[in-house]
T-cell receptor, first 119, second 110 residues
Framework: NAGVTQTPKFRVLKTGQSMTLLCAQD?????MYWYRQDPGMGLRLIHY???????AKGEVPDGYNVSRLKKQNFLLGLESAAPSQTSVYFC??????????????????FGEGSRLTVL | GENVEQHPSTLSVQEGDSAVIKCTYS??????FPWYKQELGKRPQLIID?????GEKKDQRIAVTLNKTAKHFSLHITETQPEDSAVYFC?????????FGKGTMLLVSP
């Protein structure tokens, strides 16, 4: 039981290059999220998914795209990387209905993080 | 959308002292309030959470209190230890997403 796994863990890109971050979870969670973490800014939600085939925008979605073709995987893409996207990216997953109500979130299980540098 | 404010941004205490971190939220419909601890270079991990039908929850040395009327909640750590040194994040949720505060760096000196 690996939990939440992110690849790659480190990447350096040049401005304008593209890349994809992969998140995989083996806990059969419905919800998956991508956050970015910058110094003094906390964790900000980029995009999220409440189930296979669904995605939604979070707080800071511009410049990113996501896909959830399989329940266990959530991909984050950068089509044309910019220096402002230099950050640590965390994927997370969560079950739902823990509180007895539909759509309530529960504990987020985070991956180890992916450090991306855009030059 | 939801807005979560967290204070202080840094907190230094002596080992054995208590530490209190406070958060306010803006959306009165939020009903779930977790706290995460992130050690240096590690992933955030849940340490305690509370739902809006409860005013206080305790787990050994940590406790969380919630005041729905004032829309604020607090984390209390008693008898702090050096291993409590980390960044702590509060968060609030009303549906399928969490909005995090900006974090508090807690430093516990021996």
């Amino acid at each position: 039981n690996a939990g939440v796994t992110q690849t790659p863990k480190f990447r350096v890109l040049k401005t304008g290059q593209s890349m994809t971050l992969l998140c995989a979870q083996d806990m059969n969670h419905e919800y998956m999220y991508w956050y970015r973490q910058d110094p003094g800014m906390g964790l900000r939600l980029i995009h999220y998914s409440v189930g296979e085939g669904t995605t939604a925008k979070g707080e800071v979605p511009d410049g990113y795209n996501v896909s959830r073709l399989k329940k266990q995987n959530f991909l984050l893409g950068l089509e044309s990387a910019a220096p402002s996207q230099t950050s640590v990216y965390f994927c997370a997953s969560s079950y739902f209905n823990r509180g007895g109500r539909a759509y309530d979130t529960g504990e987020l299980f985070f991956g180890e993080g992916s450090r991306l540098t855009v030059l | 959308g939801e807005n979560v404010e967290q204070h202080p941004s840094t907190l230094s205490v002596q080992e054995g002292d208590s530490a209190v971190i406070k958060c306010t939220y803006s959306d009165s419909a939020s009903n779930y309030f977790p706290w995460y601890k992130q050690e240096l270079g590690k992933r955030p991990q849940l340490i305690i959470d509370i739902r809006s039908n409860v005013g206080e929850k305790k787990d050994q040395r940590i406790a969380v209190t919630l005041n729905k009327t004032a829309k604020h909640f607090s984390l209390h750590i008693t008898e702090t230890q050096p291993e409590d040194s980390a960044v702590y994040f509060c968060a609030a949720s009303r549906d399928s997403t969490l909005t995090f505060g900006k974090g508090t760096m807690l430093l516990v000196s021996p």
